[in-house]
Nanobody, 130 residues
């Protein structure tokens, strides 16, 4: 079992920045470094949307169209934490942001489809005012 806890959300003005964190804890013998990690978001009345994903070793990352050029995903396998640095935020970035873990990911692979993720956090709310 893997528990994921997001933090770092809040209210920010358009053009501002936030850094989200997702801390993982597990009760199995597997380690955080064996999980592919991703960030998704969901705004009210909309479907959950892929934001970014990072490979187990942190060398590969992939971004959704909305995040490209503004967001950066990273991870610290010692601290069991994945981050999402969000710059130049826009009102349309307002959503609940979730992190997710893919326990079947290969070392260099990126997981994009939410159906392939096994564990999810409860989310952290990001609100961007205009």
């Amino acid at each position: 079992q893997v528990q994921l806890v997001e933090s770092g959300g809040g209210l920010v003005q358009a053009g501002g920045s936030l850094r989200l964190s997702c801390a993982a804890s597990e009760s199995s013998v597997r380690t955080f470094s064996s999980y592919g990690m991703g960030w998704f978001r969901q705004a009210p009345g909309r479907e959950r949307e892929f934001v970014a994903a990072i490979s187990r070793n942190g060398r590969n990352a992939y971004y959704g169209d909305s995040a490209q050029g503004r967001f950066t995903i990273s991870r610290d396998n010692v601290k069991n934490t994945v981050y999402l640095q969000m710059n130049n935020l826009k009102p349309e970035d307002t959503a609940n942001y979730y992190c997710a873990a893919d326990v079947s990911a290969y070392s260099h692979s990126i997981t994009i489809r939410e159906q392939e993720y096994d564990y999810w956090g409860r989310g952290t709310q990001v609100t961007v005012s205009s």
